[in-house]
């Protein structure tokens, strides 16, 4: 059974940068499209970011679009996701999830969360001065 691990939240001041690792064990990524999630208190999940099984074809929220870049490597069985230029709004528990097996451009839609599964526990990314 594929289990993902998140790391590499922390506190980072605004402008600051943080990598979040997806560590995966109990079967290889290599079928799998893995997306990021995030989690504001109070506010619904959202869908971040999402790289193919072949890392060919990837997808940004337009709300991190030139300042995250999700990225994989199949050798280490983990996906990370650099973030830049973090803002107060970043803030928020992370997961990744992976996506139902496709081909190697398949991106499930990051608007419908329930196509992932293999949850992660999260990990806690604050933004702040």
């Known amino acids: 059974q594929l289990q993902l691990v998140e790391s590499g939240g922390g506190l980072v001041q605004p402008g600051g940068s943080l990598r979040l690792s997806c560590a995966a064990s109990?079967?290889?990524?290599?079928?799998?499209?893995i997306g990021w999630f995030r989690q504001a208190p109070g506010k619904e999940r959202e869908g971040v970011s999402c790289?193919?099984?072949?890392?060919?074809?990837?997808n940004y929220a337009d709300s991190v679009k030139g300042r995250f870049t999700i990225s994989r490597d199949n050798a280490k069985n983990t996906v990370y996701l650099q973030m830049n230029s973090l803002k107060p709004e970043d803030t928020a528990v992370y997961y990744c999830a992976a996506g139902p097996v496709g081909g190697k451009y398949y991106l499930p839609d990051l608007k419908t969360p329930q196509l992932f599964g293999s949850w992660g526990q999260g990990t806690q990314v604050t933004v702040s001065s």
């Open positions: 109990g079967r290889t990524l290599d079928y799998y499209a």
């Open positions: 790289i193919s099984s072949s890392a060919d074809s990837t």
